[in-house]
Nanobody
């Protein structure tokens, strides 16, 4: 089992920035990839960013490219989402997710991830 705890959410004005953190504990040695998803009220959850644990390759959804950066600290079992130039449409609950299973998968699919955090609220005011 892997436990994930997010932090860093809050209320920010449009154009502002936040850095979300996700602390992983437990069987973290089996981590294949970690990602951030978000869910706005009344909408389906959507992929935001992913990082492959071995090698560090990253992926971002198009609407956040140039504004968001995902990174990791292997030694601390932490994943970060740096968010700059925030927009009201970025308002959502942000969830950290981890994949511990081997095999092929789609990093943008929620079904690919075995473990989820409780979420942290990000609110961007206009």
């Amino acid at each position: 089992q892997v436990q994930l705890v997010e932090s860093g959410g809050g209320l920010v004005q449009a154009g502002g920035s936040l850095r979300l953190s996700c602390a992983a504990s437990g069987r973290t040695f089996s981590t294949v990839a970690m990602s951030w998803f978000r869910q706005a009220p009344g909408k389906e959850g959507e992929f935001v960013a992913a990082i492959i644990w071995t090698g560090g390759r990253t992926y971002l959804r198009d609407s956040v490219k140039g504004r968001f950066t995902i990174s990791r600290d292997n030694a601390k079992n932490m994943v970060y989402l740096q968010m700059l130039g925030l927009k009201p449409e970025d308002t959502a609950v942000y969830y950290c997710a981890a994949r511990g299973s081997s095999g092929s998968y789609s990093y943008i699919s929620k079904a690919a991830y075995d473990y989820w955090g409780q979420g942290t609220q990000v609110t961007v005011s206009s």
